[in-house]
């Protein structure tokens, strides 16, 4: 019966990842956890079996290398280890709340192909080792006050060529946080008059051009997707390019020693004059307003719920820029991994704190609705659940364990779902 068991866990991991990765890879490399959940006890021994595959064959005499231990931590390294009956079994535990990764590359043909899963231990109990400056509220409450002296001066032009017969897209801009200092979007508003729910997307990281989005404009909701760096959204993606390359590039890392002068301050408070902008539109009907995003969007869906509390709902996927301290902790870290391979300079550690999701979770009160997967070495499942478990406001996690930096369909239909389901009032 255990025979059985397995071998049913083992065919449907085969074939989950298979459809995730369908068109992607000729050899697929299956790491399957002996937890249908891919959850256990601490304490418990997780076990992995590796198997590899071409044309939905088992592949023997394969050669693989791998790696296995605690989340972006691998203290286990092998390499050139041969499957001589087409399977590997490995094990691993965790003596403390977290994630135990097995991630493995194959050599078939002359190229490298990889596949990992994630276990996890007891996650809903792992706590953030960040700490909560004592000066947090009233250093953010003042610089938002500050910036709200700025007039907004917002500014929008109707691009003719995005609208459809439903709804208007426009290009839009306003004062930040000082003068001279804008922030750039595409607004998507229905052209039935009427008064509208709101819905704010935040960036994930880099620097990119935006169109608008029509179809859920066209639903009867505002869509204001905003960029983060001060530069039109409308332009060229060439230039954007040059900027990733040159003036922007790791544009996270900028005067990140001072809490007055680190980029992503102005960021913060940009997703806040976003909801100062929403709030100035004759058709925003006054109440209704969310906040979405992924990766670095879902860290700013955070950060701008735990700043203003007239957001009504936040939706985030993967949040990076949680718990910063990790890898000074032996844990693994948010997005964009400080001191994963650097020590702390003087000054860095006391400043991220003021900008770490982690202080802006505990601050949340709008319902919640996040969504992750184990496998995401971008932002690793370890950082997120340091920020989700400090939250009190009303929260929902859906996991889809097999899943990196990235999503299934389904799974951000699920979340669009249920975003526009809260501003409808259903």
Known sequence: MRKILVSAVLISAMLLNLHSQAGTQLIKVIVAPDHQDWTYKVNEKAKFTVLVFKYGNLLENVTVDYEAGPDMLPDIKKEGVVLKNGKLELSGTMKQPGFYRVRVWAVADGKRYEGLATAAFEPEKIQPTVKDPSGFDSFWNDEIAKARKINLDPRLTLVPERCTSDADVYHISFQNEAPGSRIYGMLAMPKKPGKYPAILRVPGAGIRPYSGDTRTAG???????????????????????????????????????????HYFKRVYLGCVRAVDFIFSLPEFNGTDIAVTGGSQGGALTIVTAGL?????????????????????????????????????KPGEVETLAYFDVVNFARRVSAPGYYTWGFNDIVCPPTSMYSAYNVMTAPKELHLYQETGHWTFPEQTEALNNWLMKKLKGE
């Not at 639903?219 to 204001?224: D, E, T």
């Open 219 to 261: 639903q009867g909701f505002i869509v204001l997707d905003i960029g983060i760096h001060g530069i039109p959204v409308n332009l060229e993606q060439q230039l954007y390019t040059d900027l990733g390359g040159a003036a922007l590039s790791e544009y996270f890392n900028i005067r990140m020693n001072d809490r007055n002068r």
């Open 308 to 344: 203003d509390k007239r957001i009504r709902f936040a939706a985030g996927l993967y949040p990076a820029l949680c718990d910063h301290t990790g890898y000074l902790n032996k844990r693994a870290g948010g997005w964009p991994h400080y001191f994963r391979n650097t020590e702390p």
